[in-house]
């Protein structure tokens, strides 16, 4: 993780991925072997390290805090199609996510796409 990732216990990935569908991220990204991302959208993949995350949001559940799942706001380089790689972080990231996790550049910004929950930053 990133110094700038931010991290929330009282926020569900449903309430994340509704913002971000609302916010024009309606795609959806996989890891793949070998540090690459797939679009869901054209089926192209393309290195990880390619993209610049355009947000990161780290979410941990409120009862169990081993429940660490990331999402970060991507565009697909080949159809532009906006959308999340919604991944396992730590301990329970498949090899994939991890590899993926370490080579995306992710350098997210507050506030953008309506992400921070209310009452926080």
């Known amino acids: 993780m990133t110094p700038n990732d931010r991290s929330f216990t009282d ?5 994340v991925t509704d913002r971000l569908d609302a916010a024009g ?8 072997p070998g540090s690459e ?6 089926r192209q993949t393309f290195a990880a390290s390619s993209l610049h995350a355009d947000d990161v949001l780290r979410l941990e559940g409120a009862s169990d805090p081993g429940e660490m799942t990331i999402v970060i706001t991507l565009v ?7 959308g999340t790689l919604v991944a ?3 301990p329970e990231a498949s090899l994939e996510e991890a590899d993926v996790l370490a080579a995306v550049e992710r350098t997210p910004h507050e506030g953008s796409h309506g992400l921070t929950p209310p009452g926080v930053g």
Do not use: I, M, S, V
Request: with cysteine; glycine share 6%; hydrophobic share 20%.
């Open 88 to 90: 396992r972080y730590g």
């Open 25 to 32: 991220y309606a795609g959806q990204f996989r890891a793949e």
């Open 37 to 42: 991302l797939r679009c869901l959208t054209c």
């Open 76 to 82: 697909c380089p080949h159809c532009e199609t906006k």
């Open 11 to 15: 926020t569900t990935l449903q309430d």
